[in-house]
């Protein structure tokens, strides 16, 4: 892959700062249940154990396949290109979508299994954590919904692409604190 | 190396990635170290490419660079704290 040199002449988009902000806030979190881990590793790995990873990996994927798509729906703002924009928007909410279905299916099965945020030190951690992240991506949705109503013009708008990039930038955060919950959270055994 | 299809190509490197890591679900010690490995490198892929900051300044490279490694080496080193 050939590394973009910097370009100066773009500025950078405000929400960056915002995104920054989260992510380190994210990472107090991911301190946070660590240390707690290691005051109960037993208990942890045995309540981690008790969650489906295979729903986990295929949320995974939808996440990073709903970003995939999102890039191509920037490149189509730039080039001004609104069915590509409208095309890869729809497929980026769609498969997007099928994360909260997966999502509400695992909860729905965990509270059945009587497994909830008073069961121990793990799920608490567990639902408030990917209940945090659902937040976020429940605004990263909205965003994508608002880009795809403001994209149904045959000309984009002004400020139209700083908006798409911006909501982009949002929806890669959503993806991006997904990945690191799911290898704490899913893929952590006990030494 | 070239990239024939940028956001394409990132794709399926990431989903590569995602079933590397997942290979080793369950892991523990250098196990889920590789694992932790896998899921910094797939973050670094979304920033770089997804977020496209490998065209911001160096400022804005190194921060988001600094936020994925820590995040990595936090959850690893506490993992082998435990």
Redesign the interface.
Known sequence: ????????S?P?PGI?TFI?AD??N??LF??YF??E??AQ?ALF?RSA?LLD?RLG?LN??LL??S??Q???A??GARTGHMPKVRRHLLCAIAVGLCFGVVKGIEYATKIAQGLTPRTDAFFTFYYVFTGIHLLHYAIGIALLVATFVRARADRADPGFIDWTISC??FW??V??LW??L???L?????? | MTCPNGPTAIWVLLLLATLAGFGGAGAAGWGFAAVMLAATVKAHLVVRYYMELRAAPMAWRLLFDGLVGLSGALITALHFLD
């Not at chain 1, 892959?1 to 100066?8: F, G, K, N, T």
């Not at chain 1, 899913?186 to 030494?191: H, I, K, N, P, T």
């Open positions: 892959m050939v590394e973009a040199a910097p370009d100066r773009r950078v960056l920054a992510i380190a994210f990472i991911f301190g660590m240390v881990r290691m590793p790995a154990a990873i990996l995974t994927l990073i396949t970003g995939w999102v890039t191509l920037v490149e982009a930038l890669h955060m993806d991006l990945i690191f799911f290898a704490m899913y893929l952590q055994g006990a030494r």
